[in-house]
C-alpha cells in the first residue's frame, strides 16, 4: 500500500495474500484502488503542527459559530453599505458599527471574519465622517481647526483598527464581502498574502501586489491532475506532474479554471507560494496554456 498512487509514493502499509479489502477506482490514476487504511497501518504527525482542538462537540459548536459570524458579517455589510448610500443628514450607522463591533469581541477565533469586520467598520466610518465634514462646511458650521480635530480623531481610530492597512480603501469592498462565500478558502488566502504584502509597500493595490508577482513568476511544464486527498492545510487542489508521472508542485488558482486542464499537459505561468511542509514547493497559477513550450 502506497500513501499516493504512483510508484515513487512511500509505503504505509502491506496487505498479505487472500486479505479482502473493499476500494474504489482512483479518479487521478485508473490503474489503482483507492482504500481505507486497514488494521495495523500506522501514521505519524510532528507534534509541533499540531494541537488539541476538542473531541465531536467542540467540531459541531465551531460550525455553528461559522455559519454565525458568516451571517453576521454580510448582514454588517449590506447595512453599511446601505448607510453610506445616504445623505450625511440620513445616515444612522449605529446598527452596522455595532455589528462589526461584535464580530470583533466574539469571534476572534475567524481572523478572516475580523479582518473584513475591521475593513469594513474603518470604511463606514470613513464615509460618515466625510460626508458629516461636507455637510458642516456646506452650512459653514466647521471652521479649520474643528476639521482637523476630526481628522485627527479618525486616523487613529482607523489606525487602531487597521495598523498595517494601505492608505485607502477601496469602496468596491462592501460588494466584495458581502457576497463573497465564506469557504472560498483560496479567496482568502490571496487576501491574506496581499495584507501581509502591503504592510510593506504602503498605497499599493491588489493589482499592483499581483504585478510583481508576475514580472518574478516561473514557467512550469507538466501535466495537471486533481489533489484530493482532505487534509489539513493542503497546499493547493492541483498537482503537477513531470515526466514519468513524478509531482512538481501543489497548484491553485483564483484566476485561472484549472479544472478544465485537468489530464493535460500544459505550460503554467506561476508565483511560489507556501508549501506548508509538504514534500513538494507550491504556486499560484497566473496563465495557462495547453502542450510545453520551449
Not at 34 to 56: C, L, N, R, Y
Request: aromatic fraction near 10%.
Amino acid at each position: 500500500m502506497r500513501l499516493e498512487p504512483h510508484n515513487d509514493a512511500p509505503i504505509v502499509g502491506q496487505l498479505q495474500a487472500g486479505e479482502h479489502v473493499n476500494g474504489t477506482v482512483c479518479p487521478i490514476n485508473h490503474k489503482w484502488l483507492e482504500i481505507a487504511p486497514p488494521k495495523g497501518t500506522h501514521f505519524f504527525v510532528s507534534k509541533e503542527f499540531v494541537t488539541q482542538a476538542g473531541g465531536p462537540e467542540y467540531l459541531a459548536n465551531m460550525e455553528k459559530r461559522k455559519a454565525q459570524v458568516t451571517d453576521l458579517l454580510a448582514s454588517a455589510y449590506l447595512n453599511a453599505e446601505a448607510e453610506c448610500k445616504k445623505s450625511y443628514e440620513e445616515m444612522a450607522p449605529q446598527h452596522a458599527i455595532e455589528q462589526f463591533q461584535t464580530i470583533l469581541r466574539n469571534f476572534a477565533d475567524f481572523p478572516s471574519a475580523c479582518t473584513q469586520a475591521k475593513e469594513g467598520l474603518a470604511l463606514l466610518k470613513e464615509t460618515f465622517l466625510n460626508k458629516k465634514i461636507a455637510f458642516l462646511e456646506a452650512t459653514s458650521e466647521l471652521s479649520p481647526t474643528a476639521k482637523q480635530e476630526l481628522l485627527a480623531k479618525h486616523a487613529s481610530e482607523r489606525s487602531e483598527l487597521l495598523p498595517n492597512a494601505t492608505a485607502k480603501i477601496d469602496p468596491s469592498l462592501w460588494s466584495k464581502a458581502a457576497k463573497k462565500e465564506e469557504g472560498s478558502f483560496w479567496d482568502t488566502m490571496e487576501e491574506s498574502l496581499y495584507l501581509s504584502w502591503a504592510a510593506f509597500h504602503s498605497g499599493k493595490t491588489l493589482d499592483d501586489y499581483y504585478s510583481e508577482q508576475k514580472a518574478n513568476a516561473s514557467v512550469i511544464i507538466g501535466t495537471i491532475e486533481p489533489y484530493t486527498y482532505d487534509v489539513r492545510n493542503k497546499p493547493g487542489d492541483y498537482l503537477l506532474r513531470g515526466q514519468n508521472e513524478v509531482p512538481l508542485a501543489y497548484l491553485y488558482s483564483t484566476q485561472v479554471n484549472l479544472a478544465q486542464y485537468a489530464g493535460q499537459t500544459v505550460t503554467i505561468m506561476a508565483s511560489p507560494r507556501p508549501n506548508h511542509h509538504f514534500a513538494f514547493p507550491a504556486y499560484f497559477v497566473f496563465s495557462i496554456e495547453c502542450g510545453a513550450h520551449d
